[in-house]
């Protein structure tokens, strides 16, 4: 696979990945959790006003969510097909749902695309 091909398999897969959040966050209350995508940048906006970012690295095929004094850099696993976190803390979707349910009060379940 040339480096183009390992550069369209990956905007590929964050696409997918980004596209699939949104469509479940979709289901929330906007006064509970708000979710905008822009350039790239995926904001999640919650009723306190504070912010959760997930945005995409394509120079190094990641995805680096934050949120308060905390980040993560995730690379997509092709053996596992899901984006870890390079420090070996877990997988994008359980880290954004923990994030999720600690924000809104209640247990929140996102589905790994």
Known sequence: MTA???????LHRSD?????L????????????EAEMSQGVLKLTFGDGSRCILNRQSAVHQMWLAEGATAWHFSFDAA???WLDTKGRGELTAILSAILGKKLGRPFALQPQ
């Open 16 to 20: 997918q990945l980004v596209d699939a």
């Open 80 to 82: 596992q097909s899901a």
């Open 4 to 10: 183009t091909d390992n550069d369209r398999a990956f």
């Open 22 to 33: 949104i469509a479940q966050l979709d289901h929330c209350d906007p006064d509970e959790v």
